[in-house]
């Protein structure tokens, strides 16, 4: 299951509004009632406290709330309407179970009005991790931040670089209680993290509670989720009353696949424009069953990729039978080991249900099966085919927030498939079908050299060859040493 929630960027008082920040705390004082009502004074202090931090409620005079005035009433139908319960103006036990839920500290009905907010006035945003916790390794850590910031790339025009430096865009950091910024965290649950909206400054910032317990699984708060919901606000959406959204502003279930919502990529395609990831439009050419493709190949456009160009550089490397499938973008060159020519072309050409670009591939020699990963799904290929439909990554055994992988490769030897994922790895047991234990783990720590993110990755001849951007590392798997370097496009003879 996953889990959707929210945690935020709040509007500040009208003196500061030039100041985006998240909202602060409501005061603790308990409100003094006038006349007999149903409901506990702990319930209506609860309430009371909600209501002012998120739905503007009005203090009287001398820090004295009227249990019976309208204001109250009012503020508490506002918000049941806004969470799609029986607007009564009565604090019964659904709306109350709302209101001692974990939330984020924005208002709801102004900012749902107002669901698109600032923008940064730049496509490429810059991040960086300051203080981690110490719930999740460092490198789990990173990994899930990119993730969640690739959830909103991949719906949008936005590129996301992590920087080292301290004039980052995007500051990621876990704190506990005051931390500087005026807004204290108030302990386990209640406000789990909150984030500062586009601008100087501050701006962008994202915090999270460290006194809350983070992990990328279902138990306690998922961090994938709550750092995804955060970037929206660091990005300048502002929260949703639609439960399928990911602005929602309560910590759920979700009740989507997909993380985003319809409403939440039109909200950020409003901001920043749509993915630029759009398909290329190629002929498409259909292939008879009487012959294979692969093998003697249908014409293509005249229109064709410089395999020879000196930055040329990989999505995806992978063996396929007895053929070597190089894959960038949308296209497809095929090296034949018993044939010096090069079969190339869109990669549609060749596997009409596969309209996306190849991010990983890799060939198990015992099931004569590939794998080819798009994403967070993968196709199953089988001699020149793709069998069904696409699966989830998750079907491997990967958690959650694992929406990419970066490059794979099987080592047939040991029966294991590697996932590169940025700085971590994990190791596969094919046997089994069920990922080791102990994983993940860090790609530098046990492929010494390898110290950047990997492009591609394939295992011939005893050696695995990692694709780095124009270069290709050729790894001594047993000595654990990069034994030569070589161009990319040499391998496709040039």
């Known amino acids: 299951m996953h889990l959707v929630l929210c945690f935020c960027v709040c509007v500040l008082p009208v003196l500061l509004l030039s100041l985006p920040g998240p909202c602060r705390s409501a005061p603790s004082l ?34 004295r709330w009227k249990r019976s005035g309208q204001s109250f009433t009012s503020s508490v139908q506002e ?10 103006g009565v604090l019964d036990t659904e709306t109350l179970e709302v209101m001692r839920s974990p939330r984020c500290g924005v208002p709801d009905v102004e900012d749902y009005i107002h669901n698109r907010g600032t923008r940064w006035s730049k496509s490429v945003i810059t991040y960086r991790i300051g203080h981690y916790t110490r719930d ?48 204290p965290f108030d302990g386990p649950r209640g406000t789990l993290a909150h984030a500062f909206g586009p601008g100087a400054g501050m701006g962008g910032d994202t915090h999270f509670d460290d006194d809350e ?8 708060f998922n961090l994938y989720l709550v750092a995804a919901h955060e970037f929206g606000h660091a ?140 994403e967070s799904m993968f196709w199953t290929v089988k001699g020149s085919r793709v069998r069904g439909k696409p699966k989830p990554l998750s079907t491997f055994g990967f958690p959650i927030w694992v929406q990419d992988v970066d490059a794979a490769v099987h080592i047939a030897k040991t029966g294991r498939t590697l996932f590169f994922i940025h700085d971590i790895y994990w190791s596969y047991n094919e046997n089994r079908r069920i990922m080791d234990i102990g994983f993940p783990k860090y790609i530098s720590e046990d492929f010494p050299g390898v110290n950047t993110t990997i492009s591609a990755a394939i295992h011939k001849e005893g050696f695995i060859h990692f694709f780095v951007g124009p270069q290709v590392y050729k790894y001594d798997y047993t000595q654990k040493r990069i034994v030569g370097v070589e161009k990319t496009n040499a391998w496709l003879g040039c």
């Open 79 to 88: 918000m049941q309407l806004f969470f799609g319960l029986n607007s009564t």
């Open 235 to 374: 990005l300048g959406l502002k929260h949703s009353r639609n439960p399928e959204s990911l602005m929602y502003p309560t910590y759920m279930h979700p009740r989507q696949v997909d993380l985003l919502s319809k409403e939440d990529v039109a909200n950020i395609n409003a901001l920043y424009g749509t993915s630029r990831s759009s398909p290329k439009l190629f002929p498409r050419y259909g292939w008879s069953p009487q012959y294979n493709p692969w093998l003697s190949g249908p014409q293509f456009p005249r229109l064709m990729e410089n395999k020879c160009a000196p930055d040329l550089s990989f999505d995806a490397v992978s063996t396929l039978g007895d053929a070597t499938f190089f894959f960038r973008e949308r296209y497809l060159w095929i090296k034949h080991n018993q044939q010096y020519d090069i079969k190339e072309g869109p990669i549609t050409n060749f596997m009409p249900k596969i309209e996306a670009n190849i991010d990983a591939a890799f060939w198990v020699p015992r099931r004569s099966t590939a794998y080819l990963i798009h």
């Open 213 to 220: 317990h983070w992990t990328t699984g279902e138990k306690d």
């Open 136 to 183: 999740l390794p460092r490198g789990t850590i990173n990994s899930v931040v990119q993730s969640a910031l690739s959830v909103w790339a991949r719906a949008s025009g936005l590129t996301f670089v992590r920087s080292h430096n301290r004039n980052a865009d995007i500051k990621v950091e876990f704190v506990t209680s005051e931390h500087g910024d005026l807004y």
């Open 30 to 63: 308990a409100p003094q009632e006038e006349g007999s009502t149903s409901e506990t004074q702990g319930d209506v202090k609860l309430a009371t406290e909600y209501l002012q931090r998120y739905y503007h409620l009005k203090e009287g005079p001398f820090g």
